[in-house]
């Protein structure tokens, strides 16, 4: 068995794989590159298998129909034989001295039960447009090198989240979980970063800038423009999130479940930013049946995400409160520099 596996979901992306693929293939022959061609028309496939001529035993490609991001990873979680999973986007990549540190502590992981369920480390964002980057780590949150379960997780601050690129789980963990992402739809990655989290019962926070998250393409899902054109998709996600759990009655654990709620209202307040920035009547429509569905659904749920503070002044009505939150929008991307 493969300590770590790797699925690099790949569409149209001979501009930038090679880069990806040569930070991956330096883990060694422990580790498994998939590389997940979805559909491309380019020179995708061709480069990965010139990887695979190099390095036979380390990268694997699949090549499947077009079924976007989240049919590329759930390939991966597929054919994955390594006893840990990892995606990584085919325009980003590893720092090395990172990712030696990270085979180490899988590698010393015991071949039984008691492995670590999960691995959290920390990721670069590389900001193209004035080349600067924003490390997001977690010393605030969790113990740092050691393992630890849930109970001794502490706040986050506003701008924090655990996302996918932080987070390399046990292979077993997501696949116990029934994780299976929807098909042509953007922003998947956030239901990799959540579903799984009851069936976690062991973490160790790695100190280490694994993860380089580069920021600047056009095309890329998180530009305002695209999220706002995109919106349905982000819309049938937070539903997708919200609809696996009752977060008070399935989820023991008072800090998990604290956390969970707290993406879930994330979720919901992205979604709401981006109706409201459209500015159509159509899409502001939307945002009354969204609260609707979350009431409809889990009334405690609709509580907590509706007094929160940004979901509470997003609510403020008329052209004042959109005006409100087009200028808080514009501070907040300067702020936390998403987008």
Same mark, same amino acid.
């Given at each position: ?5 790797? *699925? ?36 995708? *496939? ?53 990712? *030696? ?23 670069? &964002? ?20 050691? !393992? ?6 502490? %706040?986050? !601050? ?53 993860? !380089?998250? %580069? ?43 604290? &956390? ?36 409809? &659904? ?24 959109? &005006? ?16």
């Amino acid at each position: 068995m493969k300590v770590l596996s790797i *699925a690099v979901p790949s569409y149209n992306s001979q501009d930038y794989l090679a880069t990806c693929l040569d930070s991956l293939v330096t883990g060694g022959t422990d580790v498994e590159v998939i590389v997940v061609d979805d559909g491309s028309s380019d020179r995708t *496939a061709e480069i990965a298998r010139g990887y695979i001529e190099r390095y036979p035993e380390i990268v694997r490609l699949e090549q499947k129909p077009n079924g976007g991001h989240g049919s590329a990873v759930n390939k991966g979680l597929e054919v994955a034989t390594g006893r840990y999973f990892k995606v990584v986007d085919s325009d980003d990549w590893f720092d090395q001295d990172a990712y *030696a540190e990270v085979m180490e502590l899988l590698r010393s992981q015991p071949d039984d039960d008691t492995a670590l369920d999960l691995v959290i480390v920390n990721y670069v &964002y590389e900001y193209k447009y004035n080349d600067t980057t924003n490390v997001i780590s977690y010393r605030n949150v969790f113990p740092v090198n050691r !393992r630890f379960t849930w109970d001794e997780m502490r %706040f986050f !601050r506003v701008s924090q989240f655990l996302l996918m690129h932080s987070m390399i789980y046990r292979t077993d963990r997501l696949r116990l979980c029934g994780l299976q992402l929807p098909e042509h739809t953007f922003y998947v990655d956030n239901i990799v970063a959540y579903q799984p989290l009851p069936l976690v019962r062991s973490v160790h926070y790695l100190d280490v800038d694994l993860y !380089r998250y %580069f920021i600047g393409r056009p095309d890329q899902s998180v530009n305002m423009d695209n999220m706002i054109k995109r919106i349905d998709q982000q819309l049938r996600v937070t539903r997708i999130m919200l609809y696996m759990y009752h977060l008070r009655r399935d989820i023991a654990n008072r800090h998990l479940r604290r &956390y969970m709620y707290r993406y879930l209202s994330m979720m919901v307040s992205i979604a709401v930013i981006h109706l409201i920035l459209s500015n159509t009547e159509e899409n502001l429509k939307k945002i009354d049946q969204l609260w609707k569905d979350i009431k409809d &659904y889990d009334l405690r749920t609709y509580t907590v995400l509706r007094t929160s503070l940004l979901n509470a002044a997003l609510a403020m009505p008329g052209r004042g409160g959109r &005006y409100i939150t087009r200028k808080t929008y514009m501070v907040a991307r300067k702020i936390y520099k998403f987008n």
